[in-house]
């Protein structure tokens, strides 16, 4: 079964920086596919950053050059630095998997809270 365990929300002022952290379990010798999402008070659940098994790298427009994706393969971990933050950076953050193919299959993680205050 896949698992995802995410790490290192928190509360920070405005222009403060976090780490967040995902693991996944159960995903065996598949290749994946590893995002970020994000979900507001009040709001649909957005797209923050993907990297893609083979290393390349998407943002969501608004957010590129404050945040940072990376990855360990090898321990099939995700981590997304944010920084200077801002008060609309508030929301859940999620960490998603989707299995490439020949795998097939996809998961979230339980979400990680992030308050920016300002």
């Known amino acids: 079964q896949v698992r995802l365990e995410e790490s290192g929300g928190g509360s920070v002022q405005a222009g403060g920086s976090l780490r967040l952290s995902c693991v996944a379990s159960?995903?065996?010798?598949?290749?994946?596919?590893m995002s970020w999402y994000r979900q507001g008070p009040g709001k649909e659940r957005e797209f923050v950053s993907t990297i893609f098994s083979d290393g390349r790298i998407r943002y969501a427009d608004s957010l590129k050059g404050r945040f940072t994706v990376s990855r360990n393969n090898v321990a099939d971990s995700l981590f997304l630095v944010m920084n200077n933050l801002k008060p609309e950076d508030t929301a859940t953050y999620f960490c998603q998997i989707k299995l490439v193919v020949p795998c097939v299959g996809n998961a979230w993680g339980q979400g990680a809270q992030v308050t920016v205050s300002s």
């Open positions: 159960g995903t065996g010798t598949c290749r994946l596919d």
